[in-house]
């Protein structure tokens, strides 16, 4: 065979292997959800931060060797941060509609995450042998710390066995996160990400 015939074959399956990749991604859903404006109407801080491939190259060169090739396996990665200033200020439905655009779009759900509020312990009133209340003695009624539960949800985009993306949704009443990863990425390469491009440090389910 010719090198022409070779180069033409060559440029024939790589044409082939974009155009099914192209159609596995418009099957499962574009990556970043559509109604984002519902989340930002009433927050009190909003930013959308986008890395491409040139950012995440360069970001890589001060991060831990072992990280590297994690990120030499990405495409992009998006962050969008919602901070509000009180509890109710966005409407529950507008996440159930983000989860469900994930949902509906073919794409498989890893984990869902729900922190619970701590046991409470029973305070009582201590006294001396007078009955004088013992200062710094915990006091019945005493108020607790308010607790704001807090839901992870991880979604990956399947091509064939290999997950080609992932998002990641972390809400409680007051913040909420998405971060939506492009490129080849596994649970435990996220783990290695914390902390950077503004993938939270600690995420609940992930541990």
Not at 47 to 57: A, I, K, Q, V, Y
Not at 95 to 123: E, I, M, N, S
Not at 129 to 143: E, K, R
């Amino acid at each position: 065979m010719s090198h022409r015939r070779l180069a033409i074959l060559a440029f024939t399956v790589l044409l082939g292997a974009a155009f099914c990749t192209s159609m596995i991604r418009a099957q499962q859903g574009p990556l970043v959800p559509q109604g984002m404006d519902a989340l930002a109407a009433r927050a009190t801080f909003h930013s959308d931060m986008t890395f491409d491939e040139s950012m995440l190259r360069a970001a890589s060169q001060i991060m831990p060797d072992e990280d590297r090739p994690i990120i030499a396996k990405l495409h992009s990665i998006t962050v969008h941060n919602f901070r509000y200033s009180a509890t109710g200020m966005y409407d529950p439905a507008a996440l159930d509609a983000v989860r469900g655009q994930y949902r509906d779009g073919g794409w498989t759900h890893l984990v869902t995450k729900q922190t619970h509020p701590p046991a409470q312990a029973v305070a009582s009133t201590m006294t001396d042998a007078d009955g004088t209340p013992i200062a710094g003695a915990p006091i019945a009624g005493a108020p607790m710390k308010s607790f704001d539960p807090t839901r992870t949800d991880v979604w990956v985009r399947m091509d064939h066995a290999n997950f080609a993306g992932m998002v990641l949704l972390v809400a409680n009443e007051r913040n909420v996160n998405l971060i939506v990863i492009d490129g080849m990425i596994s649970p435990i390469d996220l783990l290695h990400l914390r902390g950077h491009f503004g993938i939270p440090k600690s995420i609940q389910g992930s541990e």
